[in-house]
């Protein structure tokens, strides 16, 4: 079988598993119960009858979706104490983003750490916020304005798709957000596919089982799943770093070739 027929037939086999487990969700008598883990080798998506309520009934690689957090709660993002707690600046500083740099800042939310990254890549690099919500999009646009024209862009993701241009980002980050993908895979994939090969993806999430992390479970994440579910759509794993008091920091590069 040639390398493209062979990602095919993977390819339908991932899909199939969607379908049914789409069906799943509609039909009783084939959901399961969260206690209900596969031992899948591969991630794969399974449809829960029951399960946390910070969840979306869906389980991804074994771990149970999280629902998005709501532009009702965008406060939150931007409260003032988010520096000292989180240590944003610290953050900034480990991303590592240079002068003329184009950066994904993926599920932008409110924009606040697009425009700390904006600061470190200006006046020749260029920010892509992106986010899901409509209502985060229209606060994004509003800080567009207030920057030269095309420093600052904006986009509305899908579920499926941040919407960018191929093999456009040097660096795509996701800080909080990974874990209330909808489609982590399908996304991830895309995601990719806008990254230039041999260009970073970064995944920030709140450290999974730390009792000094104040975080709702579902809203975080152990390194060792975040570099399972990477490595499944084929990310190489680059480095983690876990100074930030709440936050694990895990660097992957997109292989320089791809398999067609
Ligand atoms: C907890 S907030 C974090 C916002 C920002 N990264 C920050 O740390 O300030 C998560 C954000 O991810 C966004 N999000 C969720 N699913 C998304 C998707 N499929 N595409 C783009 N953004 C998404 C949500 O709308 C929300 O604004």
Redesign the pocket.
């Known amino acids: 079988m040639t390398m493209c027929a062979t990602k095919l037939v993977k390819n339908m086999q991932r899909s199939l598993v969607l379908v049914v487990t789409s069906v799943a969700a509609i039909t009783p008598f084939q959901s399961r119960s969260e206690s209900a883990v596969s031992n899948n080798t591969q991630c794969e998506y399974v449809a829960l009858k029951t399960g946390h309520p910070d969840g979306i009934l869906k389980q991804y690689c074994n771990r149970q979706i999280a629902k ?2 709501g ?1 009702q709660g965008a406060s939150w ?1 931007d409260r003032a104490e988010r520096e000292s707690e989180e240590r944003t600046d610290q953050l900034i500083d480990i991303l590592n983003v240079k002068p003329g740099m184009i950066v994904g ?6 924009g ?2 697009s425009m700390l990254m904006l600061d470190r890549i200006k006046p020749t690099g260029q920010m892509w916020a ?4 409509a209502e ?1 999009v229209g606060r994004l646009k509003e800080i567009a304005q207030k920057y030269p024209k095309h420093q600052f862009e904006v986009k509305q ?4 798709t ?1 919407n960018l241009q191929s093999a456009s980002l040097d660096m795509a980050i ?4 990974y874990h ?3 489609f982590p895979r399908e ?1 991830l994939e895309a995601l990719l596919v806008s990254v230039k090969p041999g260009g970073t993806i970064v995944f920030v999430e709140y450290r999974a089982g730390d009792p000094k992390v104040p975080i709702k479970r579902l809203h975080t994440m152990t390194v060792a799943q975040i570099k399972k579910e990477a490595s499944d759509v084929g990310l190489v794993f680059e480095k983690v770093v876990s100074d930030l008091p709440w936050q694990d920091v895990v660097f992957f590069k997109k292989p320089l070739l791809t398999k067609k």
Do not use: K, N
Not at 105 to 110: H, L
Not at 130 to 133: M, S, T
Not at 157 to 160: G, N, P
Not at 174 to 177: E, G, L, R, T, Y
């Open positions: 998005v957090m532009w993002l800042d993926i599920g932008a939310g409110t606040r750490l992106v986010d899901v919500q985060m993701a899908t579920a499926l941040p996701m800080v909080d957000v209330e993908l909808e996304f």
